[in-house]
């Protein structure tokens, strides 16, 4: 086991791996940038050593400055958190030319999975179902019109290197599909800087829901049931549940099968996530894999016991998995709610400020995962969520009805947020029944509160 870990991120997922190294034994470094010299996580490492001003290009995305932090306080590894560096398989070799242990997948399934194109040839090769379109990345305009034609339309032009939806366009016709394309190479290369495109026929209506696994360096591998993350606003997960109000015994035996065939075509270590489309017949398509922790795993954390940071540190250890597949059992339902300083009325702007008094909520089964207090300024530069979160009931029905109790005691002032959005959300007729898909909140208003 390491006797030190530098974690190279900030936020609630700083905190949250601060806590799984103390519970560990393991001593932490936290970094932070000029404008989180207050942050929570900063204060609470044994070390903190700041590598920049504000902006990420010159703090959290500095791997030189990550890696000379470790080597100033002989941290022996590095934890990416999500977001920042997690996936990114230059730094991963840095890491390893530099003898500092990644607490993620090796560089080489990074690749091999961070290609969105490449991901899904390799998928087609091992069996796992994947969207119709191009078997790769889509060089020109002609060939592009030659497969569109052959899938039919709507279509969507999707960046090779993208995420967080970046670089992905909905082409309905076919006098549309060139502006697409260029939209959506442009944005990829501002974003990824890699501007190669593939092209996916669109699945009407279909469910998000993701498989989460965990692989050691030994070749074992397994999947912890599954999160649908369908609720989501401009490709931005907004709530995310454990069971998929559509899963059954077999579907989720089906898809965690595919899911470990993914992970054991590219040899992955580490903890990892398949996404998958599930259209309204229940079959599902392979969309991407998540080298990495996600935002959302504590749903899977809370549903099956499992703690998935201290499982990928173990890992990255060289310590064989504890759990065999046998052992993953699901038990009641698990909720999250993601919690943004942002103005949902104003178009969802972000809204930075200080925070002037907060009340958090509580109760058996109910968890917060925040790095926010009482008098600490939000910074404008980074992402606007606050905190998440999380309730468990024996059902679904009580788990809405507990996320209502949780959230109408969530108090906060100085800043604007979501909360009322999601208490709106969780109140929707169809929200309740569980009817809903990835387009719902691009349909549906529910800023009106």
């Given amino acids: 086991m390491f006797n030190k870990i530098l974690i190279a991120n900030r936020g609630e997922i700083a905190i949250r791996i601060i806590r799984a190294c103390r519970e560990l034994g393991v001593k932490t470094v936290a970094v932070y940038s000029t404008a989180d010299k207050t942050a929570l996580h900063a204060q609470i490492a044994d070390e903190a050593v700041c590598i920049g001003p504000a902006p990420s290009k010159d703090s959290y995305l500095n791997s030189k400055a990550l890696l000379a932090a470790c ?180 579907l989720r035996r089906r898809m965690g099968e595919a899911a470990v065939r993914a992970a054991k075509a590219c040899g992955y270590a580490n903890a990892g996530t398949v996404e998958f489309l599930v259209d309204k017949d229940l079959n599902f398509y392979f969309m991407e894999m998540n080298a990495r922790i996600q935002v959302e795993h504590p749903v899977t954390e809370m549903v099956t016991g499992v703690d998935l940071v201290k499982a990928q540190i173990n890992i990255a250890a060289g310590l064989p998995l504890q759990y065999k597949q046998e052992d993953i059992k699901l038990s009641g339902h698990v909720i999250e709610c993601r919690i943004n300083a942002e103005e949902p009325k104003n178009n969802f702007r972000p809204c930075p400020g200080k925070i002037k008094s907060i009340h958090m909520p509580g109760g058996f089964g109910v968890r917060i995962d925040t790095a926010v207090y009482q008098g600490y300024e939000i910074p404008p530069y980074y992402d606007s969520m606050i905190a998440k979160v999380l309730v468990k009931g024996e059902d679904r029905k009580e788990a809405i009805q507990k996320m209502k109790v949780a959230l109408s005691e969530f108090l906060i002032e100085g800043i604007n947020t979501n909360i009322d959005f999601q208490l709106n959300l969780l109140r929707d007729e169809d929200v309740e029944s569980g009817n809903f898909d990835i387009g719902f909140l691009n349909r549906k208003d529910l800023t009106n509160y």
């Fill in 71 to 250: 080597e100033i306080t002989g941290a022996q590894a590095i934890h990416p958190g999500f977001g920042f560096l997690s996936e990114n398989s230059h730094f991963v070799r840095l890491c390893d030319k530099c003898g500092i242990k990644f607490i993620g997948p090796g560089a080489d399934a990074m690749d091999a999975m961070g290609d969105k194109a490449n991901a899904k040839k390799t998928m087609i090769e091992n069996d796992v179902p994947v969207v119709p379109g191009s078997d790769g990345v889509v060089g020109t305009l002609e060939e592009a019109q030659e497969i569109a034609a052959k899938i039919g339309y709507p279509i969507m032009v999707k960046a090779s290197a993208g995420g967080g939806g970046r670089g992905i366009r909905l082409v309905e016709k076919p006098e549309e599909l060139e502006a697409a394309m260029t939209a959506a190479k442009q944005e990829a290369k501002q974003f990824f800087a890699n501007d190669d495109i593939y092209i996916e026929k669109f699945i009407v209506n279909p469910r998000h829901v993701e498989i989460q696994l965990l692989a050691d360096e030994h070749g074992n591998v397994i999947y912890l049931g599954e999160r649908d993350c369908s609720l989501q606003r401009r490709n931005q997960k907004v709530l995310e549940e454990s069971p998929s109000p559509i899963m059954t015994e077999d």
